[in-house]
């Protein structure tokens, strides 16, 4: 017997698009245990490393093997996650194609170019990939999208375009119904072209984070948040609180980012973040950074399906003691079960009206 309409949902801004991209990217509990293979600058900086230090030669990778190295890393790494963040330059086309991810495994996709100019102050100002957008990665049939918005509440010119920015792919996904996680970044200012000491960034980051949740956090689904601190900058105490601070600010279920942090002091990241409220997780290079270190494939499949794989259980063990994406929203799993939509919703979604004394298809050779 339904107990709740649909309505209630709708005002959550959970419409049926949304809420199956957020079925199809957690776990049965309503947390999400999410990797990222999306990171194409920092990962043609490893391989270039690599290939250097193993032959000599100072080459850029080539486009074939960017997209291997990624397909490889999703067949390992896919089935034990809820979710995997792709690219679509790169990613997307190639992972699906080669079968690389399990029907149980949600797919997000990058909206974002890779390495966005900067303003006099060193800030980047977002812009879409070019030729890509919102609507091609509905299209393709993603479960979601992700934008990183590199975000200082006060470095007023950056902010402003990149407030607009994540405003506009907000509006997208609306249009189009699909789920949007939104990623904000701080960063180092730029002064009369000088950057900053990095001592300055770390003592700001804490309230940096903080506050842009509170600017942001309203315009996603899911917001996934850098970890508000710096252990060895902040005692483990002053940590506890600035998550908990965290978690009010956040409007939206928010997730952890991992920033490329070494695996152990992430995994305490993540123990700490559940414990504050958080939904889950979406990390990278946290859990396969040391994959382009190794010289041949036949060892780079090797650490990926061994190591880069215990990480991911390890972290997913921990998920799944933090807070249901849905208890954010004040909903229960109880009452989702209960959810029911009324005659005629279907030529009401998306702005559309049923005809009025409608009940039922009008062909009188229906069979449905």
């Excluded at 709708?10 to 999306?38: E, H």
């Amino acid at each position: 017997m339904a107990t709740t309409s649909i309505t209630r949902l709708y005002g959550l801004g959970l419409t049926p698009g949304k809420l199956r991209g957020l079925q199809r990217i957690s776990n049965a509990n309503g947390t999400l245990t999410m990797v990222a293979t999306d990171q194409n600058s920092s990962m043609i900086s490893m391989m270039k490393k690599a290939t250097k230090e193993a032959t000599g030669a100072d080459r850029e990778p080539t486009y074939a093997e960017i997209a291997d190295a990624k397909v490889m890393l999703s067949r390992a790494l896919a089935p034990h996650c809820s979710g995997l963040l792709v690219d679509g330059f790169y990613g997307y086309a190639s992972t699906v194609s080669a079968f690389a991810v399990p029907p149980s495994t949600g797919l997000l996709i990058r909206v974002e170019k890779s390495g966005a100019d900067k303003n006099a102050a060193g800030a980047p100002c977002g812009e879409v990939e070019p030729g890509w957008s919102v609507a091609k990665i509905k299209r393709c049939g993603a479960d979601a999208v992700k934008l990183l918005a590199q975000f200082e509440p006060d470095e007023l010119d950056s902010a402003e375009r990149n407030f607009a920015f994540t405003q506009h792919v907000y509006d997208e996904c609306v249009k189009h119904d699909i789920l949007f996680l939104l990623e904000p970044l701080h960063f180092a200012y730029k002064i009369n072209g000088v950057e900053e000491a990095k001592d300055k960034v770390a003592a700001r980051k804490a309230k940096t984070v903080i506050d842009t949740a509170k600017y942001l956090s309203r315009y996603c689904d899911i917001y996934k948040a850098e970890f508000p601190g710096t252990f060895g900058v902040e005692s483990d105490a002053q940590l506890v609180d600035n998550l908990k601070r965290l978690n009010d600010a956040c409007v939206k279920p928010w997730v952890l980012l991992s920033a490329g942090v070494d695996y152990d002091k992430y995994k305490k990241q993540v123990d700490m973040a559940m414990k504050a409220g958080a939904s889950g997780i979406l990390g990278g290079r946290a859990f396969w950074k040391e994959f382009f270190t190794y010289a041949s494939p036949a060892d780079r499949q090797k650490f990926a399906e061994t190591e880069c794989v215990k990480r991911v259980q390890e972290t997913d063990a921990i998920v799944k003691s933090g807070t249901p994406w849905f208890a954010k929203y004040g909903l229960t799993m109880e009452d989702l079960h209960g959810i029911r939509t009324t005659d005629g919703w279907h030529a009401r979604y998306g702005g559309g009206t049923a005809a009025k004394g409608a009940s039922g298809p009008s062909d009188p050779n229906a069979v449905y």
